[in-house]
């Protein structure tokens, strides 16, 4: 019973709040016992946590094969159950220096919206990761007899945290690929990545039930960004649905990379944008628009490269034709190069030379490996080593039986000052002054070519004693004789020297692709023949 006190009749009567105290100090009694509790579990905690961080270590590094990981900081926090990993470091066994991997800071947690839907699952917040790889790890990687998903990541992961997760984050993170020049690494700054609903129970196929969004920084002044959704749990692989938008990405970064291609690439920005469905049984690469801005690019031949050369030549073709046949349908509404130089440098010839076009302008439209897309378009437009109108339309169709396209180049008007290095290398002379103009039409069906090659050499002149006086007698002799076959071979009604090619015939390699035909019928006609045509005139006029 309460406290009493009396009245001044004498009668008892109870003191307010009496009965209340005993409940006060219960609850103040259950606060202290839970304050005790939580400062118990809180300091368990942290004297847990360096026999866990050496008990994760080792249970993260018994799966993996070729790499290892360190852990030098680990905190649980026993309430809430979360986990947090500090300075995780991945180093591949080979190639230990520098790590491929530092995590500043994992933190795992219960992701509690789910466990109130019933389902217990992880979220994952990953903050300022550095992932980073160069190219002796590669080669390492590519090397191994091990797949890469035989190496135990899946269960390294398991073996942090025993929940699926089901949420993830990034904040901050890079992401850099060295190849040969350190001072031009390929690297994502800035890159955050949110993704959701990744636990989610197997679906339809098509069905894509997570989202995610990734935003990324492109060596250093491009953007892209990524996003859509994706089953993450769908066998063999993942599925994904996702929208691509990449903005000036610096093309001269993957210059380390292209030059074991024989590419040599010294400027331009890429920008583009597409849709990529990637699922079992949905393969789509579907770009809209491709812009590439003021590229200079160059093949680079070379004695030392020509094998190489040769061999990739060949996996090229073989690659094209096959591509019809691949499982992913690729698409390109329009590709546009804008402002652009390409060219070839043959360093094989002597004197070494370069044959280029400037101020190049190509539009490709309707590209695809595929034969129901129907066929492709290209226009080019330019100046043929830098002086010289140049046109050319291409029409490419599918290549069910073989090559399929019609050709039509124009190039008009060029200086020929301008090509003395070709003359050089294949005429052993050079010219003072006079135009080229080059003409041709061509089509390819089931195998067979048809056409015309006509190259035009208008007021070429080979010899001036005004600036030849100083060089060697037999050269001025060698060179007054090829102008003198060049005055034979003038027209009447125009000085200039031209010769029709008629092509006609079957294709002589039913795998070639029509890329190389192109490459080809450039090479054969105007390398191999009219140049050289020159000298074997001039040898020619020695002998009689």
């Known amino acids: 019973m309460g406290a009493e006190d ?6 008892p009567v109870k003191r307010p709040g009496g009965a209340a105290r005993p409940l006060l100090k219960g609850v103040l009694w259950g606060a202290g016992i839970l304050a005790a509790l939580l400062l118990l579990l809180f300091v368990a905690s942290f004297l ?27 905190h649980f926090q026993i309430v809430g159950l979360s986990l947090t990993l500090k300075g995780l470091t991945i180093l591949q066994q080979a190639n230990p220096d520098p790590p491929i991997a530092r995590f500043p800071v994992l933190h795992f ?23 980073r790889i160069d190219l002796r790890q590669y080669r390492t990687e590519a090397a191994s007899p091990v797949p890469i998903k035989e190496h135990g990541w899946q269960q390294a992961v398991e073996a942090i945290y025993p929940f699926k997760i089901n949420a993830l984050t990034i904040r901050d993170g890079t992401l850099t690929y060295i190849d040969q020049d350190p001072e031009k690494p390929l690297r994502l700054t800035r890159l955050n990545l ?19 969004h990734m935003e990324t920084a492109i060596f250093g002044t491009g953007r892209g960004i990524v996003e859509g ?37 010294r400027s331009g920005t890429f920008s583009g944008s597409g849709r990529i469905e990637y699922a079992p049984n949905v393969k789509v690469t579907h770009l809209g628009d491709l812009t590439i801005q003021g590229m200079e690019i160059d093949y680079v031949h070379t004695a030392r490269t020509a094998e190489a050369e040769k061999r990739r030549a060949e996996e090229v073709g073989k690659a094209v034709k096959e591509a019809p046949k691949a499982e992913m349908l690729f698409r ?65 169709r599918p290549e069910k039986e073989g090559p399929d396209l019609d050709l039509d180049v124009k190039i008009e ?23 080229f103009a080059f003409y041709s039409e061509l089509q390819i069906r089931n195998d067979a070519i048809s056409g015309y090659i006509k190259p035009i050499f208008k007021d070429m002149k080979i010899y001036d004693e005004r600036t030849d006086s100083e060089k060697k007698f037999f050269r001025q002799l060698y060179e007054m004789l090829v102008g003198g076959v060049a005055k034979l071979l003038e027209s009447r009604h125009r000085d200039e020297v031209a010769a029709v090619a008629d092509v006609s015939g079957p294709v002589e390699k ?17 390398f191999k023949t009219i140049l050289p045509g020159f000298e074997k005139e001039a040898s020619r006029s020695r002998r009689r």
């Open 48 to 74: 847990l946590d360096e026999p866990l961080r050496r008990s994760m270590e080792r249970r993260i590094n018994a799966p993996l094969k070729g790499y290892s990981v360190r852990l030098p900081g680990l």
């Open 194 to 212: 949110e993704a959701s609903n990744i636990r989610n129970v197997l679906l339809p196929e098509n069905v894509y039930p997570s989202s995610f």
């Open 510 to 526: 039913p795998r070639i692709s029509n890329w190389q035909i192109i490459g080809k019928l450039i090479e054969n006609a105007f």
């Open 109 to 131: 947690g219960l992701h509690w919206r789910e466990i109130l839907r019933g389902k217990v699952v992880a979220e994952v917040e990953v903050e300022r990761p550095d992932l």
């Open 229 to 265: 959704n994706a089953n993450f749990l769908a066998e063999p692989h993942l599925g994904i649905d996702a929208r691509l938008t990449l903005e000036k990405v610096p093309l001269e970064y993957f210059r380390p990379v292209v030059e074991r291609t024989n590419l040599s690439i």
């Open 332 to 396: 390109v509404d329009r590709l546009r190069l804008t402002r652009c130089s390409v060219g070839m440098v043959n360093r094989n010839a002597s004197p070494p030379y370069r044959v280029f076009l400037a101020d190049a302008d190509l539009r490709l439209t309707n590209l695809s490996n595929k034969f129901s897309q129907g066929p492709a378009e290209a226009e080019l437009k330019g100046n043929f080593m830098g002086s010289g109108p140049t046109r050319v339309n291409a029409r490419f």
């Open 6 to 11: 009396s009245d001044s009749t004498g009668k």
């Open 413 to 435: 008007d060029t200086r020929m000052t301008d090509m003395n290095d070709l003359f050089r290398a294949y005429g052993k002379f050079d010219v003072t002054e006079g135009r």
